[in-house]
């Protein structure tokens, strides 16, 4: 949890109030401010820096011009994983994370983030984006370590016009397109903490699918000689080219761009097979196509423009190396996997060390060196005469395949094993999360049980087969039911809702929760069966949920007691043919 106001506004002061030339603060230099910007499913070669001449991307190509790119930069092959290793700086499956959605995304609560570490220093914290590492609180961004959330917290959301997003604890619907808007309330956010050092951390949502993009971007790619998913992937990159020369103009406009970091990264490689430098593999691999992104960083009192690491970096290094470049410690004691690499943006002198940076999802680990990567099946690639991992050489490097085999075999016993072997192939992932769903703390009262966090049972199904931003549906019988694990926390009242649609003629189904010997019973009505949304999709949805708008049906309060247990909703009469679709049920602890 972060400290309360009062404690954070001392804290400012006092940081403020620290005399020039003091250890803390360089001489003549204020504590920086630091923005972060993660591309979503980007890969390497959706940028013109790389090289891609169908896409143009100057603004964030100017991050590496005035800046440093580092050259040789790794990620995770999804979503989650590398926001949980950008955060803390360690490897994810030693911070709990075990996939991208049903609750595998959530950090554990014994991890501290990088922005736990700039609200101790006094600096104001804010996310506007896609959150990805829990949805619930104490996994929410507010409680680590961000004082201002903006976006949604699963891995990727249906509507990308007119969303509805949470804003802290409440949910609204916005206007224009997803990206848009979440660079709007960053720039908001800069705007306001203009006078004191802040963190802003912006997670786009693009070029992730769905395949939705302003018919502006879209127009520019119709002569294009792509297949549609490249020519929209590329447009929605344009986009967000736009929105990071937004960010960008603001801190000059308003005199912070010489006193701010800047860094720019992608979370793993391209969502499709496109243009990516001749690279093998694209996301969900790990391949160097699948796991190398751009990272552009950007700080002129310390990174001279035009500078060019060529040594191995990561997601990893980005906590220890933003901390030291604002001067400020870290939150935790659990080591670090990542690395400073402020001298390195800093000087092309001086001796760096040889490191290993290791892969993995699923089981299947690779491990990258300066030189050479052996990828998941044990095969040797020289990744400076062979980028695209052509033609293996173990057999003419026998010594360097054991040694980086054995190394490959070490990591995973010692990282793997912390979550009791649970990425290996012989012991399948369960389908939802074994840690119970948190529910009802005071600092947060409100909680949101998604369908994409919950079970179904019997008939009902998800929406989708991918689980984020899905909803239950085909709830027909009695034996039908939807289960979420919860823990609840505070003994108290609890009123409940249930985001839901259902035909007129199937409205009057008698619907009841329970939680332990807790029970609510509540009647769907009126009957609400609203189109599904026509204006999302620049190109057709494939396996997605399709997006309608939800009613809220309140079901009114009930008493719970703490305590684990699964939280059960089923229906006790079934009128018509169907009971409804259900997004998702909240609670609000009212006392």
């Keep these: 949890m972060h400290p309360p106001k009062a404690l954070r506004f001392l804290l400012w ?19 920086p401010n630091v923005v972060v910007l993660l591309a979503d499913d980007a890969g390497w070669g959706d940028y013109s820096r790389s090289g891609n001449p169908h896409v143009a991307t100057p603004r964030i190509d100017s991050i590496a011009a005035s800046g440093a790119s580092l050259e040789r930069f790794y990620v995770c092959p999804y979503c989650s994983p590398t926001r949980a290793e950008f955060l803390t700086g360690r490897y994810y499956p030693r911070t709990g994370v075990r996939g991208v959605d049903t609750g595998r995304e959530r950090l554990n609560l014994s991890e501290k983030t990088i922005a736990d570490a700039f609200q101790a220093a006094g600096y104001a914290t804010g996310v506007f984006g896609k959150w990805h590492n829990g949805a619930q609180w104490p996994y929410h961004p507010m409680a680590r370590g961000f004082d201002e959330f903006f976006g949604y917290t699963t891995g990727h959301w249906g509507e990308y016009f007119n969303p509805a997003l949470e804003r802290q604890d409440k949910v609204e ?3 224009g397109y997803i990206v848009d808007a979440c660079t709007e309330r960053a720039l908001d956010f800069i705007k306001r903490n203009k006078e004191r050092p802040f963190f802003c951390y912006i ?4 070029p992730h699918i769905p395949w939705a993009v302003p018919s502006e971007y879209w127009e520019r790619f119709k002569d294009k000689p792509l297949p549609d998913t490249a020519r929209c992937a590329l447009a929605m990159m344009e986009n967000q080219d736009w929105n990071v020369g937004r960010i960008l103009d603001q801190l000059r406009e308003l005199g912070l761009e010489q006193n701010t970091v800047v860094v720019y990264f992608s979370d793993n490689g391209p969502n499709t097979l496109r243009w990516n430098g001749g690279m093998k593999g694209i996301k969900g691999s790990t391949d160097e196509g699948g796991v190398r992104s751009v990272c552009y960083l950007k700080y002129p009192p310390k990174i001279p423009g035009g500078r060019v690491v060529e040594k191995i970096a990561s997601g990893l290094d980005l906590l220890p190396t933003l901390t030291a470049l604002a ?7 659990l080591p670090l996997d990542g690395v400073d690499l402020s001298p390195l943006l800093a000087s092309e002198g001086g001796a760096w060390p040889e490191r290993m940076l290791f892969s993995t999802r699923a089981g299947l680990v690779s491990v990258r060196t300066q030189t050479h990567r052996m990828d998941a099946e044990g095969n040797l690639f020289d990744m400076v005469q062979d980028p695209g991992q052509r033609t293996p050489i173990q057999a003419k490097e026998p010594e360097l395949a054991r040694r980086l085999g054995e190394a ?3 990591w995973r016993k010692e990282v793997l094993g912390e979550v009791g072997g649970a990425a290996s192939p012989k012991k399948p992932l369960p389908a939802v999360d074994q840690r119970w769903i948190p529910v009802g703390y005071r600092e947060f009262p409100v909680t949101r049980l998604a369908a994409g966090d919950g079970r179904p049972e019997g008939g009902v199904r998800r929406s989708s087969p991918f689980p984020n931003c899905s909803y239950f549906t085909q709830w027909k019988s009695a034996k039908d039911r939807m289960v979420w694990l919860v823990e609840v926390h505070t003994s108290g009242r609890y009123r409940v809702s249930v985001d839901y649609t259902c035909p ?7 619907v009841q929760l329970a939680f332990g010997q807790a029970r609510l019973a509540g009647v769907v009505s009126p009957g609400w069966d609203p189109p599904f949304s026509r204006n999302q999709d ?7 949920s399709p997006m309608k708008e ?7 309060s009930v008493e719970l007691e703490a305590g684990q247990g699964p939280l059960e909703l089923k229906a006790t009469e079934i009128p018509g043919n169907m009971v409804m679709d259900v997004f998702q049920v909240t609670l609000t602890l009212e006392r």
């Design 13 to 31: 002061l006092w940081l403020a109030l620290v005399p020039e030339g003091s250890p803390l603060v360089a001489a003549g230099q204020s504590r």
């Design 173 to 175: 619907r916005t206007a």
């Design 203 to 206: 997670p786009f949502t693009t």
């Design 327 to 333: 001067g400020i410690g870290r939150v935790g004691e």
């Design 408 to 410: 490959v075999a070490a």
């Design 504 to 510: 007129e003629a199937d409205a009057g189904s008698r």
């Design 538 to 544: 620049t190109l057709p949805r494939g396996a997605e």
């Design 550 to 556: 939800f009613r809220r049906l309140e079901l009114g």
